[in-house]
């Protein structure tokens, strides 16, 4: 039943033990999976640490700005060195600045949009390139995205238009490299309370209104997000690249 055993992946995204990226390293693991994690800074060092330790002293854990080529080049060098190949990849990275998800769309800054777009979507595009020569044997990369990419979601904003961005490149990723047999997907989550959902005016609402309104009539767990995430790495998803999966109870379908 060990779905990714012998298989190397690496994580992007943990920040603390609410995080997508966490429940999804944590399932990979489960199912026999040999991790790599990354972390963004000294602040969320000691976070990732204590963490991806518990997967036993010698899982590798290594800084990672994603906006830098030579910090992407050295974990996938590291990588290279430790694992000798690749297999799978999380990408669960995402940063607007602060002001840009309150205010007015139209406000949204030259500088505010390019930060979005260089840290949410063009990473995944710079990680698939390093990742991909070590994916010797086919691969699965997976990307968080979510339902403010294709409609309005009052204050997501330039991130709405970030996660376009990640989407449509999941789809030109999943072209250039299907001949590699590497697989590129999107998870669209339903809203998780994490670090990153922390602070947002209204968001409290936000978990209420999806599960007034979702079929299911409940919010997504972070469980269920590990699971899907261990069937896009798994052989089960074999044919499936390019695509957006919605894992939010089914909100997505609803018009009204
Ligand atoms: O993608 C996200 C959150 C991404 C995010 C969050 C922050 C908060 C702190 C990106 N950048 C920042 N920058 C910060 O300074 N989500 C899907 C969660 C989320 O964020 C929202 C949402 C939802 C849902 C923001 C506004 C409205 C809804």
Same mark, same amino acid.
């Not at 997501?156 to 789809?171: D, W």
């Given at each position: 039943? /060990?779905?990714?055993?012998?298989? *190397?992946?690496?994580?992007?995204?943990?920040?603390? !033990?609410?995080?997508?990226?966490?429940?999804? %390293?944590?399932?990979?693991?489960?199912?026999?999976? !040999?991790?790599? #994690?990354?972390?963004?800074?000294?602040?969320? !060092? +000691?976070?990732?640490?204590?963490?991806?330790?518990? *997967?036993?002293?010698?899982?590798?854990?290594?800084?990672?700005?994603?906006?830098?080529?030579?910090?992407?080049?050295?974990? *996938? %060098?590291?990588?290279?060195?430790? #694992?000798?190949?690749?297999?799978?990849?999380?990408?669960?990275?995402? *940063?607007? =600045?602060?002001?840009?998800?309150?205010?007015? #769309?139209?406000?949204?800054?030259?500088?505010? #949009?390019?930060?979005?777009?260089?840290?949410? %979507?063009? /990473?995944?595009?710079?990680?698939?390139?390093?990742?991909? =020569?070590?994916?010797?044997?086919?691969?699965?990369?997976?990307?968080?995205?979510?339902?403010?990419? +294709? !409609?309005?979601? =009052?204050?997501?904003?330039?991130?709405?238009?970030?996660?376009?961005?990640?989407?449509? /490149?999941?789809?030109?990723?999943?072209?250039?490299?299907?001949? $590699?047999?590497?697989?590129?997907?999107?998870?669209?989550?339903?809203?998780?309370?994490?670090?990153?959902?922390?602070?947002?005016?209204?968001?409290?609402?936000?978990?209420?209104?999806?599960?007034?309104?979702?079929?299911?009539? $409940?919010?997504?767990?972070?469980? +269920?997000?590990?699971?899907?995430?261990?069937?896009?790495? /798994?052989?089960?998803?074999?044919?499936?690249?390019?695509?957006?999966?919605?894992?939010?109870?089914?909100?997505?379908?609803?018009?009204?």
């Amino acid at each position: 039943m /060990s779905i990714l055993q012998g298989k *190397f992946g690496v994580v992007f995204g943990v920040a603390n !033990k609410r995080s997508i990226a966490w429940a999804i %390293a944590q399932a990979w693991h489960r199912a026999g999976a !040999k991790l790599a #994690f990354t972390y963004q800074g000294e602040r969320l !060092k +000691e976070n990732v640490e204590e963490l991806a330790g518990t *997967f036993g002293p010698d899982t590798l854990i290594l800084p990672c700005d994603v906006t830098s080529d030579a910090q992407i080049d050295s974990v *996938f %060098a590291t990588i290279q060195q430790r #694992f000798g190949r690749l297999d799978l990849m999380l990408h669960s990275v995402a *940063f607007a =600045p602060r002001e840009a998800l309150e205010g007015d #769309f139209l406000n949204t800054s030259r500088e505010a #949009f390019r930060v979005a777009h260089d840290v949410s %979507a063009y /990473s995944l595009i710079g990680l698939s390139r390093a990742a991909a =020569p070590l994916m010797d044997q086919g691969g699965s990369i997976v990307a968080m995205s979510y339902y403010g990419a +294709e !409609k309005v979601v =009052p204050h997501y904003n330039v991130m709405g238009v970030a996660k376009a961005a990640l989407e449509a /490149s999941t789809r030109y990723l999943a072209d250039s490299l299907g001949q $590699r047999k590497i697989r590129v997907n999107c998870i669209s989550a339903g809203p998780m309370n994490t670090l990153a959902a922390r602070g947002i005016a209204g968001f409290t609402d936000m978990l209420k209104h999806y599960e007034a309104h979702a079929p299911l009539r $409940r919010n997504v767990l972070p469980e +269920e997000l590990g699971a899907t995430g261990t069937f896009l790495a /798994s052989d089960g998803a074999a044919a499936i690249t390019g695509q957006v999966l919605y894992v939010d109870c089914g909100y997505q379908i609803m018009g009204m």
